[in-house]
């Protein structure tokens, strides 16, 4: 399992804010970029976004584009998910991992924390 741990969800109201953290305790993420993904009860896990070691280079799933921001803080091994305008159909449990880029395809790591739950609802 890796040694990350994913904080910061919880129950919010549609158009609702979060700030998601995911602590990198094993630097498993110390030289490589990282990515969010999320899933949702029945359904596949689903990539969200990805940083780059740097943090200068995002990507987004165009269902979270412009509400959505990754940002890193590779000093503290912390890698953050802002959540801005939160909609019912972002609920979900989230979680970080590595990720590499086939095509349009993002591809996670084989070892995956806990996550945490975030919850969309009035």
């Known amino acids: 399992q890796a040694q990350v741990q994913e904080a910061g969800g919880g129950l919010v109201q549609p158009g609702g804010s979060l700030r998601l953290s995911c602590v990198d305790s094993?630097?498993?993420?110390?030289?490589?970029?990282v990515a969010w993904f999320r899933q949702a009860p029945g359904l596949e896990r689903d990539f969200v976004g990805y940083?780059?070691?740097?943090?200068?280079?995002?990507y987004y799933a165009d269902s979270v584009k412009c509400r959505f921001t990754l940002s890193r803080d590779n000093a503290r091994n912390t890698i953050y998910l802002q959540m801005n305008n939160l909609k019912p159909e972002d609920t979900a449990v989230y979680f970080c991992?590595?990720?590499?880029?086939?095509?349009?395809?993002?591809?996670?790591?084989?070892?995956w924390g806990q996550g945490t739950q975030v919850t969309v609802s009035a």
């Open positions: 094993g630097r498993t993420f110390s030289d490589r970029g």
């Open positions: 940083v780059s070691l740097s943090g200068t280079i995002t």
């Open positions: 991992n590595t990720a590499i880029r086939r095509g349009s395809t993002w591809l996670p790591g084989d070892s």
